[in-house]
């Protein structure tokens, strides 16, 4: 109660009657230019689709409904990339927070693909996919240095082995307080 919050913080969507809105120039909501007309978000559409919005509809559903479309394996990718990441260090693909054509190409294409469709069929369960990971043999896989692998893969892009990963300070903290009987 000390610290009374202005009523219109944060712009958030909220349910409500469905109308089409105006542009915040530069981004100021008190600053209000043309109305535009609702529609399918276009810097993301494929030539020919025009991802058309009928009137009693937000076009929310049906921006989720094309994001999580089969024929649309990008976002599945781009999760499982993330887990991926998450799980070993670096991603199948390298860049995870530039998966567009400026990023580096897979380093296992057939593999992404594999774990996106797998995503997919089993529902986008994050907890599937980590387990199909961490059940894989790669995951299993031993630190031990091979110098014939070595030889072939040196920076280990196509993991022939598990690399070494340094813990985050909160498991150290952890670690700590295990042995200590602090915990």
Avoid at 165 to 174: C, K, N, P, S, Y
Wanted: hydrophobic share 40%.
């Amino acid at each position: 109660d000390r610290f009374r919050l202005p009523q219109d913080l944060v712009m958030a969507v909220r349910e409500g009657d469905i109308t089409d809105c105006e542009v915040n120039i530069h981004g100021d909501p008190q600053q209000l230019g043309p109305r535009v007309p609702r529609g399918f978000v276009q810097v993301v559409a494929r030539p020919g689709e025009n991802g058309e919005i009928g009137a009693k509809e937000s076009g929310r559903s049906e921006l989720a409904g094309w994001l999580t479309r089969r024929d649309n394996p990008l976002t599945a990718r781009v999760a499982v990339n993330r887990i991926w990441e998450k799980m070993f260090g670096p991603g199948i693909v390298a860049t995870v927070d530039n998966f567009g054509a400026m990023g580096e190409k897979p380093s296992n294409r057939a593999l992404l693909d594999y774990l996106a469709s797998q995503f997919m069929d089993r529902d986008w369960s994050v907890k599937k996919m980590i387990r199909e990971i961490a059940l894989s043999r790669t995951y299993r896989l031993s630190t031990a240095y091979q110098p014939r692998d070595a030889g072939v893969d040196p920076d280990n892009v196509l993991r022939w082995r598990m690399n070494r990963r340094r813990l985050e300070v909160e498991a150290i903290r952890d670690s700590l307080l295990m042995i200590s009987g602090q915990i």
